[in-house]
């Protein structure tokens, strides 16, 4: 199915960390539907299409197997290794390229642990302060998960950013 990992950064960035910043009501919206899939379905996992656009644009398009960092079953064998799983639970196993938020190039996270943790932060936010690809109140996003010939859909969803 399809699930949205939202994500506040402006309670993230500050804090450093991602607990309160996934957490709040509406933050994971899920559906619109349950999707089972059959024995000849799921061997079609990977050809899998992720995309999201905002406002229109593409954001993210990628394929499970072809694109993600960790693949979807490494995430559940690794997970499976320290944790018992149940019908009914819902894991999400990553988010492909394309969020607002990324690390920095290379030679910048080196220079950057060089520096004093307080230093670093503030050229950090600096950084990410204005970043346009951040969420606004009223921006559309729509989610949708599929084969490229439509003949495995797990659906699409389509919310509006509203501030609390």
Do not use: C
Not at 6 to 34: M, N
Not at 85 to 104: E, H, Q, R
């Amino acid at each position: 199915m399809v699930t949205n990992d939202v994500s506040a950064r402006d309670i993230q960035l500050p804090q450093t960390q991602f607990y309160e910043a996934k957490s709040y009501p509406t933050f994971t919206p899920v559906g619109p539907a349950l999707v089972l899939l059959d024995a000849g379905e799921l061997q079609r996992f990977g050809d899998l299409r992720l995309r999201l656009r905002v406002n229109g644009e593409l954001r993210q398009d990628m394929l499970v197997e072809r694109d993600m960092l960790y693949r979807p079953v490494q995430a559940l064998q690794s997970l499976t290794r320290f944790q018992h799983l149940a019908a009914g639970d819902l894991i999400m196993t990553g988010t492909p390229v394309g969020t607002a938020l990324s690390a920095p190039p290379r030679p910048i996270e080196i220079i950057g642990s060089l520096l004093p943790s307080a230093v670093k932060w503030k050229a950090f936010f600096k950084r990410q302060s204005g970043n346009p690809k951040y969420l606004h109140d009223g921006d559309l996003v729509e989610a949708a998960i599929a084969t490229d010939d439509g003949a495995v859909d797990l659906g699409a969803q389509r919310n509006t950013v509203r501030y609390a």
